[in-house]
């Protein structure tokens, strides 16, 4: 990492309010896609990676009543802390749009380049194992059941993530790559639905009733 990467690294760190799915690890996660991304799509790196690596140093709970506005708290306190280590400030308004536009919650359609990268970089760490196991993740803290013992897949009601599991790959998870702004993040993305749609199919395996023989 550069100097100012380190810098950005510590800063992440000591800001982000942990939560369950959401701690270092995904940012490094976030920043790696990011970079990848970057690099097929020749964005300007100095506006991504700053955007990848601070894109959480604000985040307010799900059911905070200002949770729309957390991507955009998040920004300004990215600057902030751009301004005071140096960084070049001609990067800051795209850095700033960069990250209000990664949020879901935000709902904020992103206009260049690079946000759409770091929108792609954080919504790719959805999908995949990585996807499956900070889904697991949640829905165990928010104590769900991890799948409707009467219909687990699905296929004759609405699926409520509020209540199952599995019913959040329906509603939200399988989606997301189509929805990718980038080739390259689609790609991806449906590489990394090809492995859950692989899950689903051993779940329903290991999970379907037995069927007794004579």
């Not at 993740?137 to 699926?159: G, I, M, W």
Request: net charge negative.
């Amino acid at each position: 990492m550069n100097p100012f990467e380190v810098k950005m690294a510590e800063f992440i760190q000591a800001e982000m309010q942990t939560g369950t799915a959401h701690d270092f690890q995904h940012v490094l996660r976030v920043v790696k896609s990011a970079r990848m991304l970057c690099a097929k799509e020749q964005a300007i790196m100095e506006v991504v990676l700053p955007a990848a690596w601070l894109h959480d140093c604000l985040t307010l709970a799900k059911d905070h009543p200002q949770r729309s506005l957390s991507s955009t708290l998040a920004a300004d306190k990215a600057i902030e802390f751009l301004a005071k280590i140096g960084y070049p400030n001609e990067y800051f308004e795209a850095i700033h749009h960069a990250i209000i536009a990664h949020s879901f919650s935000a709902n904020i359609t992103p206009q260049t380049i690079e946000a759409c990268i770091v929108q792609d970089a954080d919504r790719l760490d959805a999908l995949g194992a990585i996807g499956v196991a900070r889904c697991i993740q949640v829905s165990a803290q928010l104590k769900q059941n991890l799948y409707c013992p009467d219909d687990p897949f699905c296929q004759q009601r609405e699926p409520n993530d509020r209540l199952y599991t599995l019913d959040h790959f329906y509603k939200k998870l399988l989606h997301i790559a189509k929805s990718m702004c980038t080739d390259s993040g689609r790609l991806e993305g449906m590489k990394r639905n090809d492995f859950m749609y692989v899950f689903i199919r051993q779940l329903n395996k290991e999970i379907a009733p037995n069927k007794c023989t004579e």
